[in-house]
């Protein structure tokens, strides 16, 4: 019952949201996807999309990105949190993508998080994205999880696993945008932790 619980709870949540474009999304070449979702780490998608859109009209290739001068693409990434760590750890990456990987980014968890930049929670986002079965664990899918007692942990790789268990593999890569836009979309806490106490109540 717990896990028909978290399904109906989670299309609930779905329905509820907005359909604000998140940073991993719509980006074409699976690259740039890659490129924009380390550009959202601590950062809201909301500033991040239209900075990743100034970067890849500024850099329209791999190859291009990864011979960058660093202060041309500080100067892009400026209002982004971290922008200092996250220019260098692009033009590495692109680099690295470019020399060791042929241009293409790797579908590959283990692969992805040896890159520069790259974590555990942009890594399962940009799979999810590519179509993998994949849970990406930032503050809001962390907030909301426990919230509504899918997980115990604070810990965003122990909740992964938890939420990994309760769901079936064809709704993970649901969770992560759909928690994500449920949290953008209330973003009054009383109104979002009033919400969630409702879903709490279904059967």
Same mark, same amino acid.
């Given at each position: 019952?717990?896990?028909?619980?978290?399904?109906?709870?989670?299309?609930?949540?779905?329905?509820?949201?907005?359909?604000?474009?998140?940073?991993?999304? @719509?980006?074409?070449?699976?690259?740039?996807? =890659?490129?924009?979702?380390?550009?959202?780490?601590?950062?809201?998608?909301?500033?991040?999309?239209? %900075?990743?859109?100034?970067?890849?009209?500024?850099? *329209?290739? =791999?190859?291009?990105?990864?011979?960058?001068?660093?202060?041309?693409? =500080?100067?892009?990434?400026?209002?982004?949190?971290?922008?200092?760590?996250?220019?260098?750890?692009?033009?590495?990456?692109?680099?690295?993508?470019?020399?060791?990987?042929?241009?293409?980014?790797?579908? /590959?968890?283990?692969?992805? %998080? *040896?890159?520069?930049?790259?974590?555990?929670?942009?890594?399962?986002?940009?799979?999810?994205?590519?179509?993998?079965?994949? %849970? @990406?664990?930032?503050?809001?899918?962390?907030?909301?999880?426990?919230? =509504?007692?899918?997980?115990?942990?604070?810990?965003?790789?122990?909740?992964?696993?938890?939420?990994?268990?309760?769901?079936?593999?064809?709704?993970?890569?649901?969770?992560?945008?759909?928690?994500?836009?449920?949290?953008?979309?209330?973003?009054?806490?009383?109104?979002? /932790?009033?919400?969630?106490?409702?879903?709490?109540?279904?059967?």
């Amino acid at each position: 019952m717990r896990r028909e619980r978290a399904m109906k709870q989670l299309s609930a949540l779905g329905s509820m949201s907005g359909r604000m474009r998140l940073a991993a999304e @719509g980006w074409g070449a699976p690259w740039k996807t =890659l490129i924009a979702t380390m550009m959202s780490a601590q950062s809201r998608d909301e500033t991040t999309v239209p %900075i990743a859109l100034e970067l890849f009209s500024r850099y *329209a290739t =791999l190859k291009a990105l990864s011979s960058a001068r660093y202060a041309d693409v =500080l100067a892009v990434l400026k209002s982004l949190n971290y922008n200092r760590t996250k220019a260098k750890n692009i033009i590495e990456c692109a680099r690295i993508l470019a020399s060791e990987y042929h241009g293409e980014a790797p579908h /590959d968890f283990d692969k992805l %998080i *040896a890159l520069p930049g790259v974590g555990r929670k942009t890594a399962n986002v940009f799979l999810s994205e590519m179509g993998h079965d994949a %849970i @990406g664990v930032d503050t809001h899918v962390a907030y909301i999880s426990r919230k =509504l007692g899918w997980t115990n942990n604070k810990s965003p790789e122990k909740i992964e696993a938890d939420l990994t268990a309760l769901f079936p593999k064809k709704y993970w890569k649901k969770v992560n945008p759909v928690l994500v836009r449920f949290g953008k979309t209330y973003t009054s806490r009383k109104e979002k /932790d009033g919400i969630l106490e409702g879903l709490k109540a279904i059967p």
